[in-house]
């Protein structure tokens, strides 16, 4: 059997393991709301982080180029797809880690985490499915469009939305007044 096969096979273990994991942690499927929506714009919306995509996609994304440097550099002999499968690993981790109690109460005191309730099963397969497609994309572009793909992400989101993922992390480790602030005149 080939590596990619081989990983392959490794990446669909973990994302079930993921899924069921969530399950028995008492994670919903979907949104309570009974309906599966594409996207959810509205950064106060009771369904955020309950479709298949939201604002946090990016920030994701992002974990997935991050994640690809740092294995490139950690692995350089892997293969790309046994890389692939690392992150995957760790994203899964992550996510289940980030629907625990713990870290719940720990984003509740962030700004615009306040409601914040956990992921849907559906919401934190598709932000793996996100990392790995920013994986991919490190993979594919050169380190130029990369590097930019990230700041417009990281830009965009700040500015939409007054999060993402060097907001998430800061707040996170320490709460900032002056970026919690900033953060609360986010559209409502």
């Given at each position: 059997m080939s590596t990619?096969?081989?990983a392959g096979a490794v990446i669909l273990a973990i994302v079930l393991v993921q899924a069921l994991t969530l399950h028995v942690m008492g994670r919903v499927w979907i949104c309570t709301c009974g309906t599966i929506?594409?996207?959810?714009?509205d950064i106060w919306?009771?369904?955020l982080s309950q479709q298949l995509f939201d604002w946090y996609t990016a920030?994701?994304?992002v974990h997935g180029i991050l994640f690809y440097a740092v294995l490139r550099l950690a692995l350089p002999r892997a293969p790309w797809p046994v890389r692939l499968a690392i992150a995957v690993g760790i994203e899964a981790a992550w996510e289940i880690a980030e629907n625990s109690p713990f870290v719940i109460e720990a984003y509740r005191q962030q700004a615009l985490a306040a409601g914040y309730t956990?992921?849907?099963i559906l919401n934190s397969l598709m932000d793996t499915v996100s990392m790995a497609a920013g994986f991919t994309l490190a993979r594919l572009l050169n380190w130029r469009a990369t590097v930019a793909l990230v700041l417009v992400l990281e830009i965009g989101a700040a500015v939409l939305v007054?999060?993402?993922l060097?907001?998430?992390i800061l707040n996170f480790i320490h709460r900032f007044p002056a970026i919690e602030a900033w953060q609360m005149k986010?559209?409502?």
């Amino acid at each position: 059997m080939s590596t990619s096969r081989i990983a392959g096979a490794v990446i669909l273990a973990i994302v079930l393991v993921q899924a069921l994991t969530l399950h028995v942690m008492g994670r919903v499927w979907i949104c309570t709301c009974g309906t599966i929506r594409l996207w959810v714009g509205d950064i106060w919306s009771d369904e955020l982080s309950q479709q298949l995509f939201d604002w946090y996609t990016a920030s994701h994304i992002v974990h997935g180029i991050l994640f690809y440097a740092v294995l490139r550099l950690a692995l350089p002999r892997a293969p790309w797809p046994v890389r692939l499968a690392i992150a995957v690993g760790i994203e899964a981790a992550w996510e289940i880690a980030e629907n625990s109690p713990f870290v719940i109460e720990a984003y509740r005191q962030q700004a615009l985490a306040a409601g914040y309730t956990g992921d849907s099963i559906l919401n934190s397969l598709m932000d793996t499915v996100s990392m790995a497609a920013g994986f991919t994309l490190a993979r594919l572009l050169n380190w130029r469009a990369t590097v930019a793909l990230v700041l417009v992400l990281e830009i965009g989101a700040a500015v939409l939305v007054h999060d993402n993922l060097t907001l998430n992390i800061l707040n996170f480790i320490h709460r900032f007044p002056a970026i919690e602030a900033w953060q609360m005149k986010a559209q409502r």
